[in-house]
């Protein structure tokens, strides 16, 4: 049986698409340690930050365990149906991650595309962190995994 060889293209296209996930890898890496090293839920770095989302309310395009890419921008610029992340009120002031429906004078209200109500709270300027660039649903089975001892171990090798 003869293999046949990979064409050029297949060859550049796999390696730049590596490439990519390890300039995203890299990116959460060293935003995490920015964080934990300044101690800043909310710090950004260059104005960028990743979350990795813990529920599926954004489901199906954006799933539980997946990597959200969020920038700081203008509040005023957001238009309905962006997507934005902001300290929730519901979650303690930690970070949630939902499409804003409508624009009130009083603020964004937001609402997840799997959930079948709107957000309680009205996002302000105050609790605004940022609107989504980029996302990934790659780490959705890898992030759960890196949670074990035995995805630990996966990792090093």
Known sequence: ?????????????R????LLLVLALAFVVFAGIYATRFNKDDAFLAGYKPYV?????????????GIVLVKQ??????????MIAFKADALGGKPAFHRVVERTPEGLITKGDANKVKDTQ???DKAYLGHEVWHTNI???LIPLLKTPKGILYLIV
């Open 1 to 13: 049986m003869t293999v046949k060889p990979e064409k050029l293209w297949h060859r550049l296209f």
């Open 15 to 18: 390696y730049l698409l590596n």
């Open 53 to 65: 989302l813990s529920s599926d309310s954004m489901a199906p395009t954006y799933q539980k365990n």
């Open 73 to 82: 921008g203008n509040f005023k610029a957001i238009k309905q149906g962006e």
């Open 122 to 124: 009205i996002v302000t």
């Open 139 to 141: 780490t959705v089975k």
